[in-house]
C-alpha cells in the first residue's frame, strides 16, 4: 500500500465519526435528538441502547452524547 493510500485511508477514518453524526437530522430544530430522529439512522435502535446513550436521562441525546456512543462503539460509526 502506498502512502498515499494509507493517508486517504486514515483520513476517511477519522471523518466516519463526524459524517455518521452529520447524518442524523434534528428534524423538529430543539437541539437534540429524539429516539424517532436516531432511528432513521439506526434503525436497530433499542429503547435500552437510546437509555444508555442518553447519559444524562433528559429524554434526548446531544451532539456530546451522541459522539461519545459512537465513540465508544454502541453506535456505529
Not at 502512502?3 to 423538529?28: G, K, Y
Not at 430544530?29 to 436521562?57: K, Q
Request: aromatic share 6%; hydrophobic share 50%.
Amino acid at each position: 500500500m502506498t502512502r498515499l493510500n494509507i493517508a486517504t485511508l486514515i483520513a476517511i477514518l477519522f471523518t466516519s465519526a463526524a459524517f455518521a453524526q452529520n447524518m442524523v437530522e434534528d428534524t423538529d430544530g430543539d437541539g437534540v435528538y429524539s429516539m424517532e430522529e436516531l432511528m432513521v439512522v439506526y434503525p436497530e435502535l433499542t429503547e435500552d441502547v437510546f437509555g444508555t446513550i442518553d447519559t444524562n436521562a433528559d429524554g434526548a441525546v446531544d451532539a456530546d452524547e451522541l459522539a461519545a456512543a459512537q465513540e465508544a462503539g454502541v453506535l456505529a460509526n
